[in-house]
């Protein structure tokens, strides 16, 4: 089962989330999330683990405070797809930059 996990301090790293879960079973995985530019976390993580160990992991980790934060544990839920933004071309131009110098459309 996947384990969502929100409210991590930000100092968390993919090893404490590993350490905190490993009191309840075997943790398949653990990732805390974060950010692509800085690499800072973002808050939150995925743990996976087997049924009956998450469940139990849930039940006790739900609003316990973990590095001085209260955290929620729940059951991931499957990634919805998001239509991709495109550059922005889906959205018309402002400011006549919809043509070239020659005024000719340019899309």
Known sequence: ???YVSNLSFRANDND???LFANFGEVISA?????RYD??????GFVEMSDDDAATAMKELNQSEYDGKVLNVSE???REERPRNNNNRNFRREG???YDRNNNKRW
């Open 39 to 44: 690499g800072r976390s973002k808050g939150f």
């Open 96 to 98: 006549g930059r919809d």
């Open 31 to 35: 990732k805390v999330i974060t950010d």
């Open 17 to 19: 989330l590993q350490e």
């Open 76 to 78: 991931a839920r499957p």
């Open 1 to 3: 089962m996947n384990i």
